[in-house]
């Protein structure tokens, strides 16, 4: 069926140190979105992509969409210890409900 | 962000107990989700509503059922809780689909134990 991949599960970097989580499906996307969600807390919009090979920039947040619109990335740059928490991705087909990756938590040590 | 609220924000129950999550929101988004977070799964969608009169299956809805009492109202119900149900509970919000609007808005989880 329809799902989106998400890798790493875990990842663990020293502050400074640049993270960058990936989401994967096997059929074109029209959609997808990227949550933050800090520990205890719940799911917070960051970005939506939509365009195939679109790349959008939020301070040290980079976003990628694929041209084939099949993956995406988030890359952040010298992370910071308030980037503590799991990202989330969440693909859609039909610009309906979505799919979410299964995230990547973040730990950065100060 | 939405004013999307959720209660109970916790909830301990027993096997076999029927018990009702509900989540209200006060922005007037026409769509309303209920998804459930389980350990190392992301979150995972049980229903959606598009508007008052329209209710679809999600992922895993096998051991749920939805009520749509009202735009602002969404509630979730298991009929007979089991043990594998226990995880956090989202309920979340999004204005009519166009590709522009879509943002989903959160409310802050109930956190559910089936003993």
């Known amino acids: 069926g329809q799902q989106v991949m998400q890798i790493p599960q875990y990842q663990h970097v020293q502050e400074g140190e640049d993270f960058t989580t990936y989401c994967n499906s096997s059929t074109t996307l029209s959609n997808i979105q990227w949550y933050k969600q800090r520990p205890g807390g719940h799911p917070v919009f960051l970005i939506q992509l939509v365009k195939s090979g679109e790349v959008k920039k939020q301070k040290r947040l980079t976003f990628q969409f694929g041209e084939a619109k099949k993956n995406s990335s988030l890359h952040i740059t010298a992370t910071q210890t308030t980037d503590v928490g799991t990202y989330f991705c969440?693909?859609?087909?039909?610009?309906?409900?979505?799919?979410f990756g299964s995230g990547t938590k973040l730990n950065v040590k100060p | 962000d939405a004013d999307v609220t959720q209660t109970p924000r916790n909830r301990i129950t027993k096997t076999g107990k029927r018990i009702m999550l509900e989540c209200s929101q006060t922005k007037g988004h026409d769509r309303m989700y209920w998804y459930r977070q389980d350990p190392g799964l992301g979150l995972r969608l049980i229903y959606y509503s598009f508007d008052v009169k329209d209710i679809n299956k999600g992922e895993i809805s096998d051991g749920y059922s939805v009520s749509r009492q009202a735009q602002a109202k969404f509630s979730l119900s298991l009929e007979s809780a089991i043990p594998n149900q226990t995880a956090l509970y989202f309920c979340a919000t999004s204005l009519t689909g166009t590709a522009l609007t879509e943002t989903q808005y959160f409310g802050p989880g109930t956190r559910l134990l089936v003993l």
């Open positions: 969440a693909g859609s087909y039909n610009f309906n409900k979505f799919y």
